[in-house]
């Protein structure tokens, strides 16, 4: 945001947000969605990419092995 020049306010303002919000996912008091984070790199004008791939030498957790 400080690159950018972008305050809190103007941050909150662009993703139509609160700006004690804005604190919260900046400070990591909030757990917030992948559609939260796509939302913040929009309003940053930054793409948004998650990415999933296998841990090195992980075990897969039955639970969660074949499951939808």
Known sequence: MKE???SQSE???RMKVSRPYITKVLHQDVNFS???A???ANALKMDF???V???ENAEVVPSLAGGE
Do not use: Q
């Open 38 to 40: 796509a939302k913040l």
């Open 49 to 51: 990419f998650p990415e």
């Open 53 to 55: 791939r296998p841990r």
């Open 4 to 6: 950018l020049g972008v």
């Open 11 to 13: 941050l909150a303002e």
């Open 34 to 36: 992948f559609r939260t």
